[in-house]
């Protein structure tokens, strides 16, 4: 029993140790960057892949893609983020205690589903509105830019391929981007995700398990 209230007196003695400060969001003045529009800013270029023919039951070659013959339908994404409307934050002042956080009030699903519509299109996939040959469907899962040193965006996503009512493939397609820019600033941060997407879907329609599950 003596040794129990030593023990309770050494630990009412000792201090707790202070964790770091919690980050708070702060104002940056004017150029705050709350409720932004979402603009298509790519600066990397949309390079189709070489474009075949896939016969059933062939192999499917890394880097092949699915035939133009075969139509796609790309549903609205379903948005799973825990906060839609946050899609960056600048911690060049953590130190401080401060994030400098980047909203949008525009629907970021439903601008990513537009996006990955135009950029299949520009890969080369046959995009219809609807009676598409295959049906891709899934949902956001991230859309975020981080800003210290440079801008890292990330847009990552959960996707489906039906045909004739079935899933016949799913999966997990993560695009990112990577640059230096001005501190804060609007355009960079469009850029990044903009980037972002046509990076996750180079990667899409180079996965030969996806290539296989849409080709004829």
């Known amino acids: 029993m003596k040794t129990l209230l030593i023990l309770a007196a050494l630990m009412v003695a000792v201090p707790a140790i202070a964790g770091p400060p919690k980050l708070r969001d702060c104002a940056r003045g004017v150029g705050q960057l709350e409720n932004i529009a979402l603009s298509w800013r790519p600066t990397n270029t949309i390079e189709p892949p070489a474009v075949v023919t896939i016969p059933p039951g062939a192999p499917v070659a890394a880097g092949a893609m699915m035939s133009t013959t075969v139509r796609v339908e790309v549903k609205a994404l379903a948005d799973s983020r825990q906060d839609p409307r946050r899609i960056g934050e600048n911690l060049e002042s953590t130190a401080k205690g401060c994030v400098f956080p980047v909203t949008t009030s525009a629907d970021g699903a439903a601008w990513t589903t537009d996006r990955i519509r135009f950029v299949l299109g520009q890969l080369g996939v046959t995009i219809v509105e609807k009676g598409g040959d295959v049906v891709l469907s899934g949902e956001l899962r991230k859309f975020f830019v981080i800003e210290d040193n440079t801008y890292r965006g990330v847009v990552g996503l ?26 804060y600033k609007l355009e960079n941060y469009q850029e990044s995700l903009s980037d972002a997407i046509i990076d996750a879907m180079g990667h899409l329609v180079e996965n030969a398990s996806f290539v296989r599950a849409v080709s004829p």
Not at 166 to 178: A, F, H, M, Q
């Open 158 to 183: 959960r996707l489906d391929v039906t045909k004739a009512g079935t899933i016949v493939w799913s999966g997990l397609v993560t695009g990112s981007n990577s640059r230096f820019g001005s501190s």
